[in-house]
C-alpha cells in the first residue's frame, strides 16, 4: 500500500469521539459520568474531561440548578493504543445553595 494511504487512516483513528456512560445517579445528591478517550497517544485525554463536564452541566441545567461541583475527578492518561478516561463524580447546586 501506498504511505499516503496510512495518513488518512491515522488521522480518522486520532479524530474519532469520546466514549460516554451517560450520568447515573449514585445516592447522596451525587451523580457519576465516565468518559473514555480515544486518543491513542500519550497524555491527558483533555476532550474526555471537557465532554464529562458538559454532560454534567446539561444534567445540572435540566434539575434547575446551575452549578457543577466536583466531588471527585479521576483521570487516567492515554498511552499508546491504550485510551485514557475521566471519570467524574459530582453534585448539582444552585447559586443560592452555595
Known amino acids: 500500500m501506498p504511505k499516503r494511504v496510512y495518513i488518512p487512516s491515522l488521522s480518522t483513528l486520532l ?3 469520546c466514549a460516554s456512560t451517560g450520568v447515573h445517579p449514585i445516592g447522596g445528591g451525587q451523580y ?4 473514555q478517550s480515544s486518543q491513542l497517544l500519550f ?3 483533555m476532550l474526555a474531561e471537557k465532554s464529562a463536564y458538559k ?3 446539561e444534567f445540572c441545567d435540566s434539575q434547575g440548578k446551575s452549578q457543577v461541583n466536583t466531588v471527585k475527578l479521576e483521570t487516567k ?5 491504550t485510551p485514557g478516561y475521566i471519570n467524574l463524580t459530582f453534585k448539582c447546586s444552585s447559586q443560592t445553595e452555595q
Open 77 to 81: 492518561d492515554s498511552l499508546l493504543q
Open 32 to 35: 457519576f459520568v465516565s468518559e
Open 15 to 17: 479524530l474519532v469521539g
Open 43 to 45: 497524555g491527558t485525554p
Open 55 to 57: 454532560a454534567a452541566q
